[in-house]
């Protein structure tokens, strides 16, 4: 497949008042763009890496080898579902999935196996066979997760109210869905069942939302679970495929995407958007949307004297998740390693809690905790286009305070002392991986390890977080989380407005271009539903 180039942004770039600046090319960004430029609007993208499309951009090493770096899988693309005709809507048909079958998912906690597969039933049946004296509690689980989806809906559709509904209406839809988001993941199902490994099992994949049960929302944890509960998917062609399909959709459009574009300062003239600084030169506009993450609005890119007090408090609200991933070559195939398309979670044993907030994991000499993913044995098309060859990657979790010294020295040479720890993660990796894979010895080609200072330079997130804001109770408690903003002309999108992944971030998209373009979203969902 050939690569897409990208236009470079220049000095002689203007834009109209008319113009709406979208500040960063992720998920988030990218469909507000496309609804907005179906809408009429003019819409341009300002993207500071070298390529577009957020944590949905690849990256390439020696002999043709190809990682993700943020899509591992994706929930909610069966067919005909919701989700896969708005991403068919944005790419105009031209992204397409692989399913990854069954089991999905599978976590090894201790010396126990559990399978996730698609389908609530399929699911309870499992679970089932699994905990066979905790039938109740697996059932009454499976209750609050339906229960969930309403309210969540109802949670997220007020905040693309208008002023007078959004006083009216707002508080009750908050109140309904505080009944889910005030209270922890551990709290809620320790009220269902005393069976710890149950628990833990249940919780297996809560790395799709970075937090422990006993420090994540429920409500995120229901959102993200309801989210796989279908199964999971692999964009075909790789994860670039999402961004490079909207993007050519967007350029037919009369949408430019600028690389090298990084925004310094969203200017203002009062409480209003006059412009945005990129490398020390002001350039006018007076519409702006930030998909540059909630934190680097308010506290990097805005002018601090013009964040009333709720805006400053938000600072209060911690930054999600970092983490350490190793990226791992193979000389051979999927195929001939027998490598599987699920992904796995690992845990040396059922208390997830302390091994998830284990401060001292970098010390160990082995992993207590790895999530793995096998995106060449995802991907149909891989084979045909890198013949005997595969990828895995591997991640765990790691604390921004241990790397934020290395965080102002270059990249790849950040010193002895960094790249101490990048080997002695690379050799716990690469060993827990033969241990599960006995076939990879010896057909290891290339390792490298990537830091939350990598993150940090890559995605701009000044912690190195992956997730954006955290998916603990506070997130759903601040009001600021929204597409709109104090700032007349200044709008929100991406992952913090709704929640983690490409899921989430597409949602923020819808919810800010139903705040900018009100009533013309219902005859967008309409086409969407009789055309894709």
Known sequence: MVEKSFKKFTSDIKFTDDTYVIIGSGVGGLTTAVFLAKAGKKVVILEQHYTPGGFTHTFKRRKGLVWDVGVHYVGNMEEDSGLRRIFNYLSDNKLEWDSMGDPYDVAYIGDRKFEFVSGKENFRQKFHEYFPNDTIAI??????????IKKNLLYFAQKAFPTILSVVLGPLFRRIQSSISKKTTYEVLSSITDNQELIAALCAQCGNYGLSPKESSFASHCIVINHFMEGGYYPRGGANRIHETIIDNL?????????????????????????VMIDGQEYACKKVISNAGARNTFLRLLNNSLNIKKYLNFEKINP?????????GLSKSDKDLKLPKYNIWWYDDKDIDSILN??????????SFAYISFPSAKDSLWSSEHPDQSTIQLIGRAWYSDFSKYEDKPWLNRGEEYDKIKEKFKLKGLALLKELYPQLEGQIIHAEVSTPVSTRKFSNYNRGEIYGITHAPERYQTRVLRPRTHI????????????????????SGVLTAATIIKWNMSKQFKEIAAKY
């Open 251 to 275: 350029e037919s459009l009369g949408v430019q995407v600028y690389i090298k574009a990084k925004v310094e300062k969203i200017l203002t003239k009062g409480r209003s958007v006059c412009g």
């Open 320 to 328: 999600s998740t970092s983490h350490l991933c190793l990226y791992v």
């Open 358 to 367: 284990d401060r001292n994991n970098l010390e160990k000499d082995t992993l």
């Open 139 to 148: 059932d009454k689980y499976l209750e609050l997760l339906q229960k969930s």
């Open 488 to 507: 007349k002309g200044l709008y929100l999108t991406g992952q913090d407005i709704t929640l983690v992944g490409v899921g989430g971030a597409m949602g």
